[in-house]
């Protein structure tokens, strides 16, 4: 929707500042369900968050962009199938677009792998309490939303580029306190908070600036189905991750589990520095549509 209804170089300041209401909510709620646990049943707490998904659709009925192709305009009356074709090709022959849904979906697979394995290895091997564990996670959306609040200003400074670069250089170091918490359990709560800030960071701070970048390379056209087939894409590479570490925990243990969530993550890092994006600062001129 942002690039409908913003100019497309504010795109990428339109996304932190969802970002910063989506992390100030993830700050909130795991502490919160953490102690509703204690005198709550499970099973009502989803019945709460489906009625907030609920809640949120009807909000989302309300947003009428101008200029909304989806609605209306050529090719509107194509079939579904098609557009979601449509969507993909454009996502895999456009070599920004490609390279950015390469090193999310590495990143996220890595993602997946860890935040499957810390709730085991927190709650079930170290026996934290629920509130402990809720309040470990609520300090990565903190950390989340005060780096949605400074990364435009990082994106002016240094470029989206370079801003890329920086937050997926920092993933590896972010990640790797959690397999340490793994080898040295008497350290591993604050170690495991440190995670939880870094990995806080990281997150928002890749995803504001490579937002941005995403819609000032995409066609008016496929916008839509572009969003979607990345989203699928990224989103889908978390329950694959989560789908290898139990594999990797069930052959081996939850430490190398978690170890091999790190080594994943610092993959994206290695695709961006062998990549023409290095050489630049902000996104040329001419790559843009």
């Known amino acids: 929707m942002l690039p409908y209804v913003l100019p ?27 102690v509703l646990t204690q005198s709550v049943a499970a099973p009502v707490l989803y019945c709460f968050a489906a009625l907030g998904h609920l809640t949120s659709l009807l909000f989302l009925r309300r947003i009428h962009p101008q200029g909304d192709i989806a609605r209306g305009g050529p090719g509107a009356e194509q079939k579904f199938g098609r557009e979601i074709a449509d969507g993909i090709r454009v996502l895999f022959r456009q070599p920004l677009l490609r390279l950015l849904l390469h090193q999310g979906a590495l990143n996220n697979v890595g993602a997946g792998i860890l935040l499957s394995m810390l709730p085991v290895f927190l709650l079930h ?15 990565g959306a903190v950390a989340g939303l005060a780096a949605s609040l400074l990364a435009p200003r ?41 995670a939880e800030i870094l990995i806080g960071i990281t ?87």
């Open 154 to 194: 990082l994106r002016r400074r240094f470029g989206e580029i370079r801003m890329t670069l920086l937050f997926s250089a920092l993933a590896p170091f972010a990640v790797v306190a959690a397999p340490l918490a793994g080898v040295f359990r008497q350290a591993a709560v604050p170690l495991i908070a440190v």
């Open 203 to 289: 997150v928002v701070g890749r995803a504001v600036s490579t937002a941005g970048l995403r819609a000032r390379v995409t066609p008016d056209a496929y916008m839509g189905r572009v969003t979607a087939a990345y989203r699928v894409a990224i989103q889908g590479a978390t329950p694959l991750g989560a789908l290898v570490g139990g594999l990797i925990a069930g052959h081996w243990s939850t430490g190398t589990a978690l170890w091999a969530g790190a080594l994943v993550m610092a993959l994206p890092l290695v695709l961006l520095l062998s990549s023409p994006l290095r050489r630049h600062r902000t996104l040329p001129a001419e790559w843009e549509v």
């Open 125 to 139: 091997e170290l026996g934290l309490p629920a509130w402990q564990y809720g309040l470990l996670s609520s300090l």
């Open 8 to 34: 497309r170089p504010r795109v990428a300041d339109g996304n932190a500042r969802l970002q910063t209401s989506e992390t100030a909510i993830q700050a909130i709620s795991p502490s919160v369900a953490g």
